[in-house]
Protein backbone atom coordinates (compact mmCIF):
# COMPACT_ATOMS: atom_id res chain seq x y z
CA UNK A 1 0.00 0.00 0.00
CA UNK A 2 1.50 3.48 -0.41
CA UNK A 3 2.14 6.18 1.71
CA UNK A 4 -0.42 9.14 1.80
CA UNK A 5 1.30 12.08 0.29
CA UNK A 6 2.35 14.29 3.49
CA UNK A 7 -0.30 17.17 4.55
CA UNK A 8 1.29 19.69 6.30
CA UNK A 9 -0.90 22.39 7.69
CA UNK A 10 1.94 24.89 9.32
CA UNK A 11 4.34 27.75 7.43
CA UNK A 12 7.60 26.72 7.49
CA UNK A 13 9.47 27.27 10.75
CA UNK A 14 12.20 28.88 11.44
CA UNK A 15 15.38 27.24 13.20
CA UNK A 16 14.94 29.36 16.83
CA UNK A 17 11.05 27.75 16.51
CA UNK A 18 12.79 24.15 16.27
CA UNK A 19 13.35 22.22 19.21
CA UNK A 20 14.20 18.89 17.76
CA UNK A 21 15.41 18.53 14.01
CA UNK A 22 15.40 14.75 13.05
CA UNK A 23 16.91 13.92 9.64
CA UNK A 24 16.96 10.48 7.14
CA UNK A 25 16.70 8.43 10.57
CA UNK A 26 16.70 4.74 9.50
CA UNK A 27 16.58 1.71 12.26
CA UNK A 28 16.96 -1.93 11.20
CA UNK A 29 17.07 -4.89 13.57
CA UNK A 30 18.64 -7.07 12.10
CA UNK A 31 16.64 -8.54 8.58
CA UNK A 32 13.95 -6.15 10.11
CA UNK A 33 13.56 -2.38 8.52
CA UNK A 34 11.65 -0.47 11.02
CA UNK A 35 12.03 2.91 10.18
CA UNK A 36 13.01 4.78 7.00
CA UNK A 37 14.12 7.67 6.14
CA UNK A 38 12.41 9.73 9.16
CA UNK A 39 12.39 13.83 8.87
CA UNK A 40 10.72 15.90 11.32
CA UNK A 41 11.01 18.86 12.95
CA UNK A 42 9.57 19.13 16.52
CA UNK A 43 8.45 22.51 17.09
CA UNK A 44 9.67 24.64 20.54
CA UNK A 45 6.52 24.51 23.80
CA UNK A 46 4.24 22.65 21.46
CA UNK A 47 2.66 18.81 22.15
CA UNK A 48 3.38 16.48 19.25
CA UNK A 49 2.03 13.00 18.60
CA UNK A 50 2.89 10.11 16.75
CA UNK A 51 0.64 7.97 15.97
CA UNK A 52 0.45 4.97 13.45
CA UNK A 53 -0.54 1.54 13.71
CA UNK A 54 0.92 -1.18 15.80
CA UNK A 55 4.79 -2.20 15.23
CA UNK A 56 5.46 0.86 13.04
CA UNK A 57 8.31 2.14 15.29
CA UNK A 58 6.56 5.32 17.24
CA UNK A 59 8.29 3.93 20.35
CA UNK A 60 11.82 3.33 18.77
CA UNK A 61 11.67 6.62 17.40
CA UNK A 62 11.52 8.47 20.88
CA UNK A 63 13.70 6.13 22.17
CA UNK A 64 15.85 6.98 19.26
CA UNK A 65 15.30 11.02 19.96
CA UNK A 66 16.38 9.82 23.66
CA UNK A 67 19.52 9.10 22.80
CA UNK A 68 18.34 5.10 24.28
CA UNK A 69 18.70 3.42 20.99
CA UNK A 70 21.56 4.18 18.16
CA UNK A 71 19.75 4.71 14.37
CA UNK A 72 21.38 2.68 11.81
CA UNK A 73 21.33 6.04 9.86
CA UNK A 74 20.50 9.65 9.77
CA UNK A 75 21.14 11.91 13.08
CA UNK A 76 19.00 13.97 15.64
CA UNK A 77 19.48 17.40 16.86
CA UNK A 78 18.31 18.83 19.84
CA UNK A 79 19.00 22.89 19.98
CA UNK A 80 21.48 22.40 17.25
CA UNK A 81 23.08 19.33 19.03
CA UNK A 82 23.63 15.90 17.49
CA UNK A 83 22.33 13.52 19.80
CA UNK A 84 24.77 11.28 21.22
CA UNK A 85 22.96 9.31 24.21
CA UNK A 86 21.02 10.56 26.92
CA UNK A 87 21.29 14.38 28.23
CA UNK A 88 20.08 16.87 30.59
CA UNK A 89 17.69 18.57 28.05
CA UNK A 90 15.60 15.26 27.52
CA UNK A 91 13.44 13.60 30.22
CA UNK A 92 11.80 10.18 28.96
CA UNK A 93 8.32 9.07 30.90
CA UNK A 94 8.32 5.62 30.13
CA UNK A 95 5.39 3.11 29.49
CA UNK A 96 5.39 0.73 32.47
CA UNK A 97 6.54 4.03 34.97
CA UNK A 98 10.03 2.84 35.98
CA UNK A 99 9.82 3.55 39.26
CA UNK A 100 12.24 2.70 42.05
CA UNK A 101 10.01 0.22 44.11
CA UNK A 102 12.30 0.65 47.00
CA UNK A 103 12.04 4.93 46.75
CA UNK A 104 9.35 6.52 47.98
CA UNK A 105 7.48 9.30 46.13
CA UNK A 106 9.51 12.44 47.35
CA UNK A 107 12.75 10.31 46.83
CA UNK A 108 11.64 8.70 43.38
CA UNK A 109 10.66 12.62 42.10
CA UNK A 110 13.77 13.75 43.54
CA UNK A 111 16.18 11.20 41.62
CA UNK A 112 17.26 13.01 38.44
CA UNK A 113 18.43 16.09 40.69
CA UNK A 114 20.15 14.18 43.57
CA UNK A 115 22.05 12.57 40.13
CA UNK A 116 23.23 16.07 39.50
CA UNK A 117 24.84 16.44 43.10
CA UNK A 118 21.76 19.01 44.40
CA UNK A 119 21.50 19.55 47.90
CA UNK A 120 18.79 17.22 50.14
CA UNK A 121 16.82 20.57 50.78
CA UNK A 122 16.43 22.45 47.09
CA UNK A 123 15.81 18.70 45.52
CA UNK A 124 12.81 17.97 48.28
CA UNK A 125 11.91 21.94 47.60
CA UNK A 126 11.20 21.05 43.66
CA UNK A 127 10.00 17.41 43.96
CA UNK A 128 7.29 18.70 46.20
CA UNK A 129 6.38 21.57 44.26
CA UNK A 130 6.19 19.35 41.09
CA UNK A 131 4.34 16.53 43.49
CA UNK A 132 1.38 18.57 43.86
CA UNK A 133 1.26 19.58 40.27
CA UNK A 134 0.42 16.28 39.54
CA UNK A 135 -1.95 16.18 42.02
CA UNK A 136 -0.33 13.92 45.11
CA UNK A 137 0.18 15.95 47.43
CA UNK A 138 0.08 14.10 51.04
CA UNK A 139 1.79 10.88 49.44
CA UNK A 140 5.58 11.86 49.44
CA UNK A 141 6.28 9.45 51.86
CA UNK A 142 4.21 6.35 49.81
CA UNK A 143 6.00 3.56 47.85
CA UNK A 144 4.93 2.70 44.25
CA UNK A 145 3.20 -0.87 45.93
CA UNK A 146 1.14 1.54 47.70
CA UNK A 147 -0.09 3.40 44.81
CA UNK A 148 -3.14 2.89 41.88
CA UNK A 149 -1.67 2.51 38.10
CA UNK A 150 -2.69 6.36 37.31
CA UNK A 151 -0.90 7.47 40.94
CA UNK A 152 2.33 5.42 39.55
CA UNK A 153 2.26 7.00 36.25
CA UNK A 154 1.97 10.76 38.01
CA UNK A 155 4.88 10.01 40.16
CA UNK A 156 6.31 9.30 36.52
CA UNK A 157 5.38 12.58 35.29
CA UNK A 158 6.75 14.31 38.38
CA UNK A 159 9.77 13.33 38.30
CA UNK A 160 9.90 14.19 34.26
CA UNK A 161 9.33 17.80 35.35
CA UNK A 162 11.45 17.82 38.15
CA UNK A 163 14.65 17.99 36.28
CA UNK A 164 13.53 20.99 34.09
CA UNK A 165 14.56 19.22 30.75
CA UNK A 166 13.45 21.02 27.67
CA UNK A 167 12.07 18.31 26.21
CA UNK A 168 9.44 15.95 27.23
CA UNK A 169 9.64 12.20 25.55
CA UNK A 170 6.01 10.17 26.58
CA UNK A 171 5.57 6.77 25.38
CA UNK A 172 2.14 6.08 25.77
CA UNK A 173 1.94 7.33 29.53
CA UNK A 174 -1.73 6.95 30.10
CA UNK A 175 -1.81 3.55 28.01
CA UNK A 176 -2.56 1.65 31.51
CA UNK A 177 -5.07 3.35 33.56
CA UNK A 178 -9.08 3.48 33.11
CA UNK A 179 -11.07 5.72 30.54
CA UNK A 180 -12.28 8.07 33.69
CA UNK A 181 -8.46 9.07 34.41
CA UNK A 182 -7.15 8.43 31.28
CA UNK A 183 -9.36 11.55 30.50
CA UNK A 184 -8.48 13.26 33.43
CA UNK A 185 -4.92 12.80 32.84
CA UNK A 186 -5.44 13.86 29.46
CA UNK A 187 -6.99 17.46 30.81
CA UNK A 188 -4.04 17.92 33.51
CA UNK A 189 -1.21 17.06 30.58
CA UNK A 190 -2.97 19.99 29.08
CA UNK A 191 -2.53 22.38 31.70
CA UNK A 192 1.10 21.34 32.34
CA UNK A 193 1.74 22.10 28.48
CA UNK A 194 0.69 25.25 29.09
CA UNK A 195 2.17 26.10 32.28
CA UNK A 196 5.19 24.72 31.52
CA UNK A 197 5.82 25.77 28.25
CA UNK A 198 8.01 22.75 27.13
CA UNK A 199 8.85 20.71 23.96
CA UNK A 200 6.71 17.64 24.47
CA UNK A 201 6.67 14.54 22.12
CA UNK A 202 3.79 12.21 23.44
CA UNK A 203 3.65 8.45 21.37
CA UNK A 204 -0.51 7.22 22.00
CA UNK A 205 -2.29 4.44 19.78
CA UNK A 206 -5.35 6.22 20.53
CA UNK A 207 -6.61 8.73 17.57
CA UNK A 208 -9.03 10.31 20.13
CA UNK A 209 -6.38 11.11 22.53
CA UNK A 210 -3.95 12.56 19.90
CA UNK A 211 -6.28 14.77 18.88
CA UNK A 212 -7.19 16.53 22.05
CA UNK A 213 -3.81 16.76 23.88
CA UNK A 214 -2.13 17.94 20.23
CA UNK A 215 -0.79 21.00 18.32
CA UNK A 216 0.49 18.54 15.56
CA UNK A 217 0.08 14.94 14.92
CA UNK A 218 2.08 13.08 12.86
CA UNK A 219 0.81 9.80 11.49
CA UNK A 220 3.52 7.17 10.76
CA UNK A 221 2.90 4.53 7.79
CA UNK A 222 3.16 0.23 8.38
CA UNK A 223 6.53 -0.35 9.11
CA UNK A 224 8.93 0.26 7.00
CA UNK A 225 7.44 3.59 8.71
CA UNK A 226 7.91 6.76 6.89
CA UNK A 227 6.23 9.73 7.28
CA UNK A 228 2.61 9.67 6.11
CA UNK A 229 0.92 12.66 7.04
CA UNK A 230 1.44 15.64 9.32
CA UNK A 231 -2.01 17.28 10.62
CA UNK A 232 -2.30 20.19 12.69
CA UNK A 233 -6.07 20.06 14.65
CA UNK A 234 -7.84 23.41 14.50
CA UNK A 235 -9.96 23.10 18.01
CA UNK A 236 -10.39 25.77 20.67
CA UNK A 237 -8.77 24.79 23.39
CA UNK A 238 -10.99 27.34 25.74
CA UNK A 239 -13.53 25.73 25.47
CA UNK A 240 -14.34 22.89 28.20
CA UNK A 241 -13.27 19.53 28.22
CA UNK A 242 -16.63 18.14 26.93
CA UNK A 243 -17.12 20.56 24.68
CA UNK A 244 -13.77 19.84 22.58
CA UNK A 245 -14.87 16.47 22.79
CA UNK A 246 -18.39 17.27 20.69
CA UNK A 247 -16.55 20.11 18.60
CA UNK A 248 -16.90 19.53 14.78
CA UNK A 249 -13.34 20.11 13.94
CA UNK A 250 -12.18 17.89 16.81
CA UNK A 251 -14.44 14.93 15.52
CA UNK A 252 -13.29 15.79 11.41
CA UNK A 253 -9.61 15.78 12.59
CA UNK A 254 -10.47 11.87 14.51
CA UNK A 255 -12.07 11.43 11.06
CA UNK A 256 -9.82 12.71 8.82
CA UNK A 257 -6.95 10.88 10.66
CA UNK A 258 -8.96 7.08 10.80
CA UNK A 259 -9.05 7.63 7.15
CA UNK A 260 -5.72 7.93 6.75
CA UNK A 261 -4.73 4.80 9.03
CA UNK A 262 -7.42 2.25 8.40
CA UNK A 263 -5.90 0.47 5.21
CA UNK A 264 -2.74 0.28 7.73
CA UNK A 265 -5.13 -2.33 9.45
CA UNK A 266 -5.54 -5.71 9.03
Not at 25 to 41: F, M, P, S
Not at 122 to 137: F, K, M, P
Request: with cysteine.
Amino acid sequence: MSVPTASIHAMPRTESEVAVEVRGICKNYGDVEALRQIDLDFPRGKLTTLLGPSGCGKTTLLKIIAGLVEPTSGDVRVNEKIVTGPGPERAFVFQDFALMPWATVMRNVAFGLELKGMGKAERQSIARHYIAEVGLTGFEDKYPHELSGGMRQRVGLARAFAVNAEVLLLDEPFSAVDEQNRRKFQEDLLQLVEKERKTFIFVTHSIEEAVYVSDRIVLLSRRPSRVAQIIEPTIDRTASPDAIRRDQGYLDTVEEIWQGLKHYVD
